[in-house]
Antibody, heavy 123, light 109 residues
């Protein structure tokens, strides 16, 4: 069965960095685009970033552009989110999510989500 | 950017009620719309995609409709396990960007 397991969250000071990972299993990882979506405490869902199945294109929300980098290693079935220059407003649960169809390029819904990893930015 | 406006933001209903949640896009999105259910402390769960297609395993009491800019999620007969927060999401934008509605919290009356 499909599994997405995030890791790497924790407490970090403002201005600091953190790298999140999402280990995928149960499907052909290299055939699907992947997203990061976050949810601040008590708030709604916010899309963060998307990477195409082969890593050829990457897209970001304006709120994280220039600070966050999405990447993937298809040989390790793993998705990453490198977060730099962290701010208090980046505090959230971060979810990785899989596109519903193969090679969608972002024009698909997400059918599987990880359980999330909490990032807290605080001094 | 495409904005999604979801209404109502909260809703109280009873078991057995028929409930409708609305999502309006700031421009046409050609049925590129999904609905998710989220329970406290859990990841979102896909209910419907392409505005009206039921995801595998989702009960048939959930249905979706709409076109252009206006879409609805209907639960025909509320069950106790349906009390949760619901989000719409568009995936029409180019370049790819997910935009979610602000959510509708469905509570027990």
């Amino acid at each position: 069965q499909v599994q997405l397991v995030e890791s790497g969250g924790g407490v970090v000071q403002p201005g600091g960095s953190l790298r999140l990972s999402c280990a995928a299993s149960g499907f052909t990882f290299s055939s699907y685009g992947m997203h990061w979506v976050r949810q601040a405490p008590g708030k709604g869902l916010e899309w963060v970033a998307f990477i195409r199945y082969d890593g050829s294109n990457k897209y970001y929300a304006d709120s994280v552009k220039g600070r966050f980098t999405i990447s993937r290693d298809n040989s390790k079935n793993t998705l990453y989110l490198q977060m730099n220059s962290l701010r208090a407003e980046d505090t959230a649960v971060y979810y990785c999510a899989k596109e519903r169809g193969t090679y969608c390029g972002g024009d698909c819904s997400s059918d599987y989500w990880g359980q999330g990893t909490l990032v807290t930015v605080s001094s | 950017d495409i904005q999604m406006t979801q209404s109502p933001s909260s809703l109280s209903a009873s078991v057995g009620d028929r409930v409708t949640i609305t999502c309006r896009a700031s421009q046409g999105i050609s049925n590129s719309l999904a609905w998710y259910q989220q329970k406290p402390g859990k990841a979102p769960k896909l209910l419907l995609y392409a505005a009206s297609r039921l995801e595998s395993g989702v009960p048939s009491r959930f249905s979706g409709s709409g076109s252009g800019t206006d879409y609805t999620l209907t639960i025909s007969s509320l069950q106790p396990e349906d009390f949760a927060t619901y989000y719409c999401q568009q995936y029409y934008s180019t370049p790819p960007m997910y935009t979610f509605g602000q959510g509708t919290k469905l509570e027990i009356k």
